[in-house]
Nanobody
Framework: QVQLVESGGGSAQAGGSLRLSCAAS???????MAWFRQRPGKEREAVAG?????????SYHDSVKDRFTISRDNAKNTVYLQMNTLSPEDTAMYYC????????????????????WGQGTQVTVSS
């Protein structure tokens, strides 16, 4: 199975932007993908999900709609999360996840649907 490595995290000012990347060690076209985050003192939550193979379907947590965009480039085996208009509430460890089992649009946000996880990348937004 593939391994996932996130990058692109760091510090940003409120209102700024960051782009996270999730590079896979192998083909990702057969995986549905998602970004999760864990904010300090909070449980892990799904941020954005994208279908396979072509990413024609996407979904977002309400708190990031219209600010974050998930995309995938199967040729590069990479998934991205473009984050705009960042706020301090977006401060979290961000994780990339891939799933290859049963999946449905109604359950994309459930972390038990994903069987491959990256190590995470920290995003810190200051006001």
């Amino acid at each position: 199975q593939v391994q996932l490595v996130e990058s692109g995290g760091g510090s940003a000012q409120a209102g700024g932007s960051l782009r996270l990347s999730c590079a896979a060690s192998g083909d990702i076209y057969k995986y549905y993908m998602a970004w999760f985050r864990q904010r300090p003192g909070k449980e892990r939550e799904a941020v954005a999900g994208i279908s396979f193979p072509d990413g024609s379907w996407k979904s977002y947590h309400d708190s990031v709609k219209d600010r974050f965009t998930i995309s995938r480039d199967n040729a590069k085996n990479t998934v991205y999360l473009q984050m705009n208009t960042l706020s301090p509430e977006d401060t979290a460890m961000y994780y990339c996840a891939a799933g290859s089992g049963a999946w449905s649009r109604s359950s994309w946000f459930r972390d038990n649907r994903y069987n491959i996880w990256g190590q995470g990348t920290q995003v810190t937004v200051s006001s």
